[in-house]
């Protein structure tokens, strides 16, 4: 009985685990117009002790990144703390912490407003200081929404900041996370030709061994955040072929790693599908121009599992 106690939960370990990125951004800045991106240093304790409290480990992105490119498994509860812009509140409030915990962060800086020192960030050298203590990587020159912008406004814009990273830091950026979030398959394709190693957006969700080191999901934090909920939301495995015929888009799925009775799929802000999935199987097709501009699927089942699949707009 002892054996069968402990293969299940050696089973479970293996089925559930998984790693969340978490997001933050401005730390005990009130001021009215950036409270969605901003958290109190209470706030940002009361997280860190719910992480300590109940077992989870805080790793680096480098040891997250290693362990997706090599495909090995990620233990449960593993968390990795991202921090995006670079402003100031971070180091004046928000780095005392993180050395008190202990805790590893990811900092990605905006270079532009760096290196021209915009009002709320950090300058260069306090971003050297913080790179003691986490890793450093890259968030665009000018923090525009790539997906406005043309092919040369892309790579002008990675390059510049790249370049400029690379002068100050003495190393060149392993990992870039979008502005705002917004990418499509034309911006990631850019991207991906500058050699980071990991690519995040904020979609949301969990990721883990199989899932793309050019695409992980980050969720972003603030005063409103209950982590609790948020670390619920667990990967979802799914195999899926993808066919197009002319306007038309068929997907055929099959979900490995949930026993669910149906799955959700987002389309658009305006389309959500429901789909039954016996044997974990389910097919749907639609319209390619009803597809949202980022040219992602988004499928979610009711056991907090959730993936995203980035399509190319034709």
């Known amino acids: 009985m002892l054996k069968i106690v402990t293969l299940l939960a050696m089973l479970s370990a293996y089925l559930f685990a998984e790693a969340h990125i978490l997001l933050y951004h401005r730390f005990d800045d009130n001021r009215e117009h950036v409270k969605t991106m901003n958290i109190s240093t209470k706030n940002l304790k009361s997280h860190f002790e719910f992480l300590k409290q ?25 968390v990795v703390i991202n921090i995006d812009d670079a402003y100031a509140t971070f180091y004046t409030n928000a780095l005392p912490i993180f050395k008190e915990y202990h805790y590893p962060f990811t900092l990605f800086v905006y270079v532009d407003a760096v290196t021209e020192h915009y009002k709320d960030y950090m300058p260069w050298n306090e971003v050297k200081e913080c790179a003691k203590y986490g890793e450093i990587a890259l968030h ?15 790579t002008t814009d990675t390059k510049n900041a790249f370049d400029i990273f690379t002068k100050e830091m003495g190393c060149k950026p392993k990992y870039y996370a979008y502005p705002f979030g917004k990418y499509n398959h ?17 979609d949301g969700g969990a990721v883990d061994y199989y899932y793309d080191p050019l695409n992980l ?3 972003a934090m603030n005063n409103s955040s ?26 055929k799925g099959k979900i490995e790693n949930s026993l669910t009775k149906s799955i959700f799929i987002r389309i658009s802000k ?21 597809l949202n501009s980022k040219g992602k699927l988004a499928f979610f089942t009711e056991d907090h599992r959730q993936f995203t699949k980035l399509l190319e707009k034709e």
């Open 140 to 154: 665009s020159f000018k923090h525009p929404n790539l997906t406005e912008l043309n092919e040369t406004e892309v």
């Open 217 to 219: 999901d980050r969720i």
């Open 226 to 251: 209950n982590i609790a909920s948020e670390l619920k939301v667990q990967p979802l495995k799914l195999s899926l072929k993808i066919n197009r015929v002319d306007d038309r888009i068929t997907v």
């Open 270 to 290: 305006s389309k959500l599908i429901n789909k039954k999935t016996p044997n974990g199987e389910f097919e749907l097709s639609f319209d390619k121009h009803e």
């Open 186 to 202: 034309k911006v990631k394709d850019i991207l991906t030709k500058f050699g980071f190693e990991a690519i995040v957006n904020t």
């Open 54 to 78: 109940n077992g989870y480990k805080v790793i680096k992105m480098s040891e997250l990144v290693e362990k997706i490119k090599n495909g090995k498994k990620i233990e449960d509860k593993t």
